[in-house]
């Protein structure tokens, strides 16, 4: 049974890898919350991951460690399972979906382990990893759904009072659940009053569906740039202890997290992946009831393809109003263009690009239409562009 024992038994086993992760305040989060970071992406391999796979193959039997390890994994959890391997030193077969970002792939080759890929998403790797360990007699280790692994994580929670005893709330993402769950047993048995909310990408929500329908669900599909928090069905292990020690689960949309993602590059100089920003967007986007309270929100991870970097930015400004796109109709004479390039630039956004197209048989022979995207601070400040557009006589089409 999963006792708050096994979790100091953790953190002293892990005191040989982990890299300290001190909480870092984040006020743009909130205005009206005490928010911080506990930045876990800043951790070795990059992940949280690390904490319940390390600890897992810690404490196998010499006879286990023979045998080697199989595990599956979207990328976050074969990196910790590769370094845990390598560091005691066993062998070590990872079962990766193709989605995976080829950056975490990578990064779990670099620490010896070796990768098989499969097509599909977590799901499908979990299935092809589960048949290799009954043909082979290796120990699976679980990415979530495992008393160590979920002991592991938890150690993140043992931080967190360690560091900030009188934290009103935390706020976790949430794939499978092993770290929510270990992370809101520690907390609830150290500090009972302290809420825990766990946080969804939306496309993929099976512990939100799960918790609220108050048994186990799952999801036919995901669909979520975040790649980590895939998951299609919660863990019975993990249901059980969520169901048990969150106060709540909530979702937040790829736009919501992109935002995050944002925020969080621009504000901390830090570098979060989708399933790392979930609990940052919840507070961003007021999901949860934490006005006027001591918050911690966990970065889980920071391994973002960073293919997909740049196009999850540009989701993030246009999701928050600093890209904004607005078509004009105006006519095909001279100097339209450059005044309506003053106009813009006089309220003080920056025109980023134009495309200018002839009227159609609808409009007028000398009718022609601006398609301009722009730089801008808000969405407040769009508008006041689009009026003094309106107040200058041009139709404005959004």
Do not use: W
Request: glycine share 10%.
């Amino acid at each position: 049974m999963l006792t708050i024992d096994k979790v100091y038994d953790a953190q002293n086993e892990l005191r040989r890898v982990l890299r300290a992760t001190p909480l870092i305040q984040a006020p743009r989060f909130s205005i009206d919350s005490n928010v911080y970071i506990k930045p876990e992406n800043l951790q070795v391999t990059g992940s949280f991951k690390v904490r319940g796979a390390y600890y897992k193959i810690a404490k196998l039997s010499d006879e286990d460690k023979k045998r080697g390890v199989i595990a599956c994994s979207a990328g976050n959890h074969a990196q910790g399972v590769a370094l845990g391997s390598q560091v005691n030193k066993i062998k070590a077969k990872i079962f990766v979906p193709s989605t995976a970002p080829i950056s975490k792939v990578e990064a779990t080759k670099s620490y010896g382990a070796e990768v098989v890929l499969v097509d599909g998403i977590y799901d499908d790797a979990y299935a092809a990893a589960r048949e290799e360990a009954e043909k082979s007699g290796a120990v699976f280790v679980h990415p979530f759904d495992d008393e160590e692994i979920i002991a592991g994580q938890g150690t993140i929670g043992l931080e967190i009072y360690q560091e900030l005893s009188d934290a009103e709330a935390v706020v976790v993402p949430i794939g499978g659940g092993g770290l929510a769950s270990g992370v809101a047993m520690a907390i609830k048995t150290l500090n009972p009053r302290c809420k825990v909310y766990g946080v969804q990408a939306a496309g993929a929500a099976s512990m939100s569906e799960s918790y609220h329908a108050k048994k186990i669900l799952n999801c036919k599909t995901v669909r979520t740039f975040a790649d980590g928090i895939a998951v299609k069905r919660p863990g019975d292990l993990t249901f059980e202890l969520c169901s048990k020690y969150l106060d709540d689960v909530v979702t937040v949309s790829d736009d919501e997290i992109a935002t995050a993602i944002l925020m969080l590059l621009e504000g901390q100089k830090m570098i979060a992946e989708g399933a790392g920003a979930t609990g940052l967007a919840a507070i961003r986007f007021g999901k949860l009831p934490i006005k006027g309270k001591k918050v911690v929100a966990l970065v889980s991870g920071g391994n973002i393809d960073v293919t997909i970097l740049s196009r999850v930015i540009n989701r993030g400004l246009v999701t928050s109003g600093r890209r904004s796109e607005l078509n004009l109709e105006l006519l095909d004479r001279p100097g339209e263009l450059t005044r309506v390039s003053s106009i813009i630039s006089g309220q003080g956004a920056n025109v980023v690009h134009v495309n200018h197209t002839r009227g159609n048989v609808n409009n007028d022979i000398n009718a022609c239409f601006l398609h301009v995207t722009m730089e801008t601070r808000d969405f407040a400040h769009f508008e006041q562009i689009c009026a003094v557009l309106r107040e200058s006589g041009y139709t404005v089409n959004l």
